[in-house]
């Protein structure tokens, strides 16, 4: 019986250390139901600049800690989610963003897919139309004249 108590209370201290490490659960309080609303779209769309493609709303990394305190505060200070994010952006750079901004540096990564489709399509269409052409073309003399021979051929047998 002793032995038992003696596992079980080694088994919740190892428990509780865990919890510990883990960090623990941010709580973060909102007035309205609005504000909370946006600081969860913002850590949604921001991504983690030391994490492969988590968002900091996801992150246990320190960064992520950083930058949703962040974004807190400067929700609470009065700041635009626009301001909020050329302010994540300037301080560290344009990966933070899921969705980059369209900019001359960023034409290729927006204009290269629809170019692509726009490009299929263009040959798809000429494809079509080469075969079109080419079912439609009239027979040559040689190849009506062998066509009649091939037809006659068929009806005297």
């Not at 309080?29 to 600081?39: A, G, N, S, T, W």
């Not at 030391?50 to 950083?66: F, G, L």
């Not at 073309?137 to 009806?155: D, P, T, V, W």
Request: with cysteine; charged share 25%.
């Amino acid at each position: 019986m002793a032995v038992i108590r003696f596992v079980l209370a080694g088994l919740m201290m190892l428990l509780a250390a865990g919890t510990l490490q883990a960090g623990g659960i941010e709580v973060r309080e909102f007035d309205d139901p609005v504000m909370e609303q946006r600081y969860r779209s913002l850590t949604a769309s921001l991504r983690c600049p030391t994490c492969e493609n988590q968002a900091i709303n996801d992150s246990d990394a320190p960064v992520s800690r950083d930058m949703r305190d962040r974004v807190y505060m400067m929700l609470k200070d009065g700041r635009a989610d626009m301001e909020i994010r050329d302010h994540m952006v300037e301080r560290f750079g344009n990966y933070v963003l899921y969705n980059p901004r369209l900019e001359g540096r960023t034409f290729l990564l927006w204009g290269l897919p629809a170019g692509l489709v726009l490009l299929g399509g263009v040959l798809v269409a000429l494809v079509v139309r080469a075969r079109r052409n080419a079912s439609a073309r009239e027979l040559s003399a040689e190849e009506r004249a062998r066509l009649e021979a091939l037809i006659n051929r068929g009806r005297t047998e």
